[in-house]
């Protein structure tokens, strides 16, 4: 495997195209290189991986536009992402900045343009894409998040470099090790034929960074947590054992309390609706800048041996929806899939639970915010939510599924505590969401 590391880089390196120049740091050294490298290397494709905040999207965008610049106007170029406004947010538009008058768009015909050559921009965000790119021969592409494109269409996108000397660069975080990307290119990168060269950055090749903000953002995840490995460390690693494997029931750990605040300020309830399965809901609350499971409601139709109506679960839903003896108006937060129920949420006779919101259900990224919110301090779950507690210690990941390249937990019918961690992830999702905007998350 093709594998640069800072040690292996030592020689002083400087690198100045029209509009720009990579800034002559120590710690820079593996960025340059790999710019370098791009720019006259021999391989086909420069694959950077790594941590959050590591410098791999700025580099690969510079290198790019160098290379770009390089390039013969007629010969045909792409940047792919996963949506056209992925792409926008993390490479055009400081690219636009960055470049100044030698960037240019037409973003209704699909089109970008750097030292004036024209760049047709693509989304990639699911397997019908690749019919966007079939048949077309490209001369380079850049690839931004690369690890979320269809398999189908990373390797259309291959097929497509057919000029002599074409080549792609593309950046991505680690993923699971049996991701395709990962079985495809960083398995077989010491195939010559395969003539991939692989880069791996931390946020200690950033110079930029302060140390302060290394720490924050390593407060962020829960140490050993999946998300600490891939986003901290820049590994790709699979899932293991439990997903919250920092979570602790012990109220001297700081994730239950024995108390709650008097006052909160705004409620949430995160429902995961079940008719054969369990049906779960919880209430949160917000106070003073952290968020607390206050309430939560849990009916398992086979261990109770009776079947609620809809009517009955939004009677539930209503019945918690009540602090201090007085009802609250929550965002009351159900899967998308469950229309009907939505509905009859949004008619219902109690006006305290109106405001009715199909919810992000979103696995990883709501696994990743109830990490996250444990982590920084910003969620807490009252002792006497026994299910939420339950939920939280007992869930693990599935292992088949990360055989598979799938970051998927254990999910079952009765007496599995996936049911009322749903509804908690549908929580935490909007939880987050709120902390953000008010900055302080």
Known sequence: MTMTTSAEVSQPLSMSYDGWKM??????????QMAFDFLDGDHKLYALWGSVSSGKTVTSAQAWAAFVERTPKHYPLA?????????????????????????????????????????????????????????????AWYGDEVTTWPESFFMMALSRLRIPGAKAIMTMNPENPNHWFHRQIVERADDPGIRAKLYH???????????????????????????????VEGLWV???????????PDPSAGYVVSTLPDHFTMYLVGADYGTANPFA?????LSGGVWYIIREFYWDSVI????????????????????????????ILVPPEEAGFIRELKQSPYQHISHVRAADNSIMPGLEDISTLFA??????????????WGFNDLLWDEKKQQQGIDMYMKGGSGSPDHICDGNRYAAREAAKQLRQMRIL
């Open 23 to 32: 800034p002559h740091h120590p710690v820079m050294q593996k960025h340059r």
């Open 79 to 139: 940047m792919i992402g996963k949506t056209e406004r992925t792409l926008e947010a993390n490479v055009l538009d400081p690219l636009a900045e960055f470049l100044g008058s030698k960037y240019s768009e037409n973003r209704g015909r699909g089109i970008v343009y750097l030292y004036d050559r024209k760049i047709r921009i693509y989304g990639a965000n699911d397997s019908k894409s690749e019919s966007k790119i079939r048949g077309k021969t490209l001369y």
């Open 201 to 231: 950055f931390t946020m200690e090749d950033n110079p930029h960074l302060s140390d302060e903000y290394k720490a924050w953002i390593k407060s962020m995840y829960a140490p050993g947590t999946i998300w600490y490995r891939r986003w």
């Open 238 to 248: 699979a899932a293991e054992g439990r997903v919250f494997q920092f979570f602790d």
């Open 281 to 285: 809901a919880t209430l949160w609350g």
């Open 304 to 331: 109770q041996r009776k079947q609620k109506t809809n009517p009955e679960y939004i009677e539930d839903i209503a019945r918690i929806c009540y602090w201090n003896g007085s009802p609250v108006a929550a965002k």
């Open 376 to 389: 920084t301090g910003k969620l807490k779950v009252y002792e006497k939510c026994e299910k939420t507690i």
